[in-house]
Antibody, heavy 120, light 107 residues
Framework: EVQLVQSGGGLVQPGGSLRLSCVGSGFTFSGHNMNWVRRTPGRGLEWISYISGGSSTIYYADSVKGRFTISRDNAKNSLYLQMNSLRGEDTAVYYC?????????????WGQGTLVTVSS | DIQMTQSPSSLSASLGDRVTITCRASQAIDTYLNWYQQKPGKAPTLLIYDASSLQSGVPSRFSGRGSGTDFTLTVSSLQPEDFATYYCQQGHSAPLTFGPGTRVDLK
């Protein structure tokens, strides 16, 4: 069974930093691209970053480019999101999501989500 | 960036109803279109990928159609567990983009 277990998150002040983690099991982690997606009440689901299986290809949404960094450690079956210079509009539930194999950029299995609240 | 729109934004339906949700892309995306269901407090779950392929474990009352810019998700006979929010997502190119969602609730 594919499982993605997330950790990290919590309350942080504007301008602060936070690191999210996601550990995968039940599949060959290095063989899949991975994504981070967030959900806010006002904006619905928003994709924020992608990393290929070997980390050679990385994409970011404009809303987080230059502030967030995606990375992975395939030896640990782990995905990370380093979030710096956090803003109020970054408040959301963050999900890691495995990419389905193939040409279609399709997140097919999702972590349980972790809440990030940016507030003073 | 490819923009995704959905209609309606919400709908009320009864058990057993046939429900269709429409999704439109701002440019042609072939069949790189995916549909998700999300319930309150839960992660999204993939229902349909490649516009019409049913994800493993998803009931056959869900179906998807379309190509290019226009797509539909149909639930043939609404069940109690289907009351949720549905999102389309284009998988053609980064940045991946989602539609704004369609909330389906009980009439």
């Amino acid at each position: 069974e594919v499982q993605l277990v997330q950790s990290g998150g919590g309350l942080v002040q504007p301008g602060g930093s936070l690191r999210l983690s996601c550990v995968g099991s039940g599949f060959t982690f290095s063989g899949h691209n991975m994504n981070w997606v967030r959900r806010t009440p006002g904006r619905g689901l928003e994709w924020i970053s992608y990393i290929s299986g070997g980390s050679s290809t990385i994409y970011y949404a404009d809303s987080v480019k230059g502030r967030f960094t995606i990375s992975r450690d395939n030896a640990k079956n782990s995905l990370y999101l380093q979030m710096n210079s956090l803003r109020g509009e970054d408040t959301a539930v963050y999900y890691c999501a495995r990419g389905r194999s193939g040409r279609n950029y399709c997140p097919d299995s999702w972590g349980q989500g972790t809440l990030v609240t940016v507030s003073s | 960036d490819i923009q995704m729109t959905q209609s309606p934004s919400s709908l009320s339906a009864s058990l057993g109803d046939r429900v269709t949700i429409t999704c439109r892309a701002s440019q042609a995306i072939d069949t790189y279109l995916n549909w998700y269901q999300q319930k309150p407090g839960k992660a999204p779950t993939l229902l349909i990928y490649d516009a019409s392929s049913l994800q493993s474990g998803v009931p056959s009352r869900f179906s998807g159609r379309g190509s290019g810019t226009d797509f539909t998700l149909t639930v043939s006979s609404l069940q109690p567990e289907d009351f949720a929010t549905y999102y389309c997502q284009q998988g053609h190119s980064a940045p991946l983009t989602f539609g704004p969602g369609t909330r389906v609730d009980l009439k």
